[in-house]
């Protein structure tokens, strides 16, 4: 029998998942609505695992509380729930120590594997998870690649052009090609170094010595 212990400030909520969980091995052995309440009642009841929301609209949130438990209780198994579930947010919970992040939304066919696997201490990844955190370890070892791995030499130079402040028409009639060209380029160094923003290939740029902060206008 696995014991849950639930953190969450909706009693609605937890309501929710203990009766979806009730036919399984499952049992919830408590739910703290309060924050400040969560660690004192976690050693009190002493969980195979604690599903915690990371927002309980205080000044404290889910992560804090993690990073304290495990002060507490190295071994502790701490499933991290929030409705927003941008990159950062699941990175910064596996990065604190948490064995999953799920979101609010997730399903009973979701919430179970996952209990049972933190349960015995190993890490959970839900697929849409695990794509998003090989996404951001990708994007990190582009950005930390020569330039001259990534790039073209073509498109090295149109790059410092673009966040030396070159406009689009500018870049074209320096190099004698289409504005149509230039845009075509612009967009292929975006999608290599996997930026949006013009202003990230400034900054990119400054980083790897492509330009220096008294070339941006």
Do not use: W
Not at 35 to 40: L, M
């Amino acid at each position: 029998m696995i014991k849950l212990l639930i953190a969450d400030d909706h009693p609605f909520y937890a309501q929710g998942v203990q009766l979806s969980l009730s036919d399984t091995d499952i049992t919830v052995i408590g739910h703290i609505t309060k924050i400040d309440e969560i660690i004192e009642s976690y050693i009190a009841l002493r969980p195979d695992v604690l599903l915690c929301d990371i927002m309980f609209g205080e000044d404290k949130t889910g992560l804090d509380v993690l990073q304290e438990l495990l002060k507490k209780e190295p071994g502790a198994n701490v499933i991290l729930l929030s409705q927003y579930d941008q990159d950062n947010m699941i990175k910064q919970s596996y990065r604190l120590g948490a064995k999953a992040f799920l979101s609010k939304d997730v399903t009973r066919d979701g919430l179970i594997p996952a209990i049972e696997t933190v349960a015995r201490g190993e890490l959970y990844f839900t697929p849409e998870n695990a794509l998003k955190l090989a996404k951001m370890t990708f994007d990190r070892a582009v950005d930390e690649r020569p330039l001259e791995e990534v790039l073209t030499s073509k498109e090295i130079e149109v790059m410092t052009l673009l966040s030396d402040g070159y406009t689009e028409k500018e870049i074209a009639t320096k190099f004698d090609v289409s504005v149509k060209t230039v845009g075509n380029t612009k967009a292929a160094i975006k999608e290599k170094l996997k930026v949006e923003r013009t202003s990230s290939l400034t900054k990119l740029a400054l980083k790897h010595g492509l330009i220096n902060m008294d070339d941006v206008n």
